[in-house]
């Protein structure tokens, strides 16, 4: 055998060249180690994904949509309007607690183009997000803002006076929890962002979302009207989408 061909046959996958110590044990690992770190990768931004989603996103420099402070609150009695009649849509903080003991609240969504959709709210699973959403909509908060993020088989999310996910009513709501699953449709909770829980931004589910559990709270419960909550157009915020479905109004019904 000649030389040059001897050398070629002695070249072997033993000749590959091995770190040694730690170095060696990573360089025989490394398909492990590159799994384990895209599973590390993929968890880490898993939740801020998720949360911008269903999140308010309100801008941290934007002054109105600071965490509240214990400045002046405001009375849900009669609908807040300034001198010009337009609808109040920022507040210093989230409202003074006005619901009845013992009084059962509903709410009835009406669409601009028609259709309704009544929600049984749970006072007392979660009387602060009830207590709120009283509020803004007996004060025509919602009245013209839209369904501006709505994904087929997971939620329709609306409450946003621009439309465009990044807004809210100017305060955070002081975060509640309960035992309720979100483990079908029709469920009713507030959004959140990493600042906080948004004072007006709400969803409806539009499927069985039980990994939500544990980061949003469920408030109500839609018990007329599933069909029109799934007619809602399907979009994102952005050009290029469809129009948002308006909100006409919320009422409120006491019991």
Partial sequence: MARSERRRTAKTKSDE???PGVMGVMQRNMRVIVLVGLVVLLASIGTPILTSILSSNEPSNDSDGVAATSTASVEATTAAV????????????????TLTEGTQY??????????????????DESPIYVNNFVFLSRNNFFDGLT????ITDFVAQGGDPTGTGMSGSGYYLDEETNDI???RE???????????VS??????????????????TVFGEVVDGMDVVRGITVRE???????????????????
């Fill in 181 to 183: 699953y979100l483990d």
């Fill in 106 to 123: 509903e709410a009835i969504i009406e669409l601009e183009k028609g259709g309704e959709i009544r929600i049984a709210l749970f006072t």
């Fill in 237 to 255: 915020p952005g050009p290029s989408q469809p129009a948002a479905e308006i909100i006409k109004t919320i009422k409120i019904i006491e019991k």
């Fill in 199 to 216: 004072g007006s931004q709400f969803f409806i589910t539009l499927a069985p979302t039980p990994w939500l559990t544990g980061d949003f």
């Fill in 17 to 19: 060249i091995e770190f």
């Fill in 82 to 97: 300034n001198e010009a009649g337009a609808i109040r849509r920022k507040y210093d903080v989230q409202p003074e607690f």
């Fill in 186 to 196: 029709g469920l009713i909770s507030m959004a959140k962002s990493p600042a906080g």
């Fill in 147 to 150: 369904f501006h993020r709505v």
